[in-house]
């Protein structure tokens, strides 16, 4: 026990005296606690990648404070066209290099007016019967969030089309094998959403399903609008897409636009 105890101290005092860390070298220089070698065969070549984060949103989750000065990130927002270093100088975000014209390529597209690349079936079949809304629309209630036109939903249980069931968009598979940084994007608001409106997708790689995400649980007059991103494997082949909502309610309305997949 002795032995063991004696040993553990050399250890910890070994990386208290000699604290760098080297990758793809065994000689980290002195100066750094980090060193990456770009290669350790002078063959096989990489570079550092830093975090990606997908938009500003997920960026925003990051609190940093004053002790996180220099913190670094690579912000890869293609719904904004932001495509930048950027790093924390205390207060805020700062870009330190920005990729001004990014091979950002739109691989399919449903905005439901000039794009739309991504098929689509609906179910039930859409309607528009007074307050009970289906459909695709240019104006509704209290969704103001959206130019042209966008899937809209009202008081979907009804006895005009609609019911007491989840109303689902299913997109159609779309090739993305010939892509990397594949993204799934689209962008939504909902008013008023009460307690057993909720509104869930589910993305299927390849036919299988990755199980559905709930992003809208309704609560009390809930109301929101945003992104949503989801990244997609690079070994995936086929990419899909469902949106499935269950709303109840004369006043509570909600939008669905712009329907995207990109990649590079």
Not at 14 to 23: D, E
Not at 57 to 69: A, K, L, M, V
Not at 192 to 205: A, I, K, M, P, S
């Amino acid at each position: 026990m002795k032995r063991y105890t004696l040993f553990c101290l050399l250890l910890l005092l070994q990386f208290s005296v000699y604290p760098q860390v080297g990758i793809n070298t065994i000689n980290p220089s002195s100066a750094s606690v980090l060193d990456v070698n770009s290669s350790s065969d002078g063959i096989n070549f990489g570079g550092l990648k830093p975090p990606i984060i997908s938009s500003l949103t997920e960026r925003n989750t990051i609190q940093p404070g004053i002790s996180d000065i220099g913190l670094l990130i690579f912000l890869s927002d293609a719904i904004n066209s932001d495509f930048c270093f950027q790093i924390w100088n205390g207060s805020s975000w700062e870009d330190i290099y920005c990729i001004i014209t990014p091979a950002i390529v739109d691989i399919a597209t449903q905005d439901f007016d000039f794009n739309q690349t991504w098929s689509y079936t609906v179910n039930p079949s859409l309607y528009n019967v007074g307050n009970d809304i289906w459909d695709i629309v240019t104006t509704l209630a209290n969704i103001t969030g959206f130019s042209g036109n966008f899937l809209g939903c009202r008081d979907l249980n009804n006895t005009n089309g609609g019911g007491n069931f989840v109303h689902e968009i299913a997109f159609n598979n779309v090739d993305v094998s010939a892509y990397t940084n594949v993204q799934v994007t689209f962008n939504y608001e909902v008013f008023e959403f009460d307690n057993g409106d909720d509104v869930f997708y589910e993305l299927f790689l390849d036919d299988v399903g990755q199980g559905p995400v709930l992003f809208i649980e309704g609560n009390s007059d809930y109301s929101e609008s945003g992104t949503i991103v989801i990244n997609v494997p690079d070994t995936t082949t086929n990419v899909r897409l469902t949106l499935g909502i269950h709303q109840n309610g004369d006043d509570d309305t909600g939008g669905f636009d712009n329907f995207r997949i990109i990649g590079l």
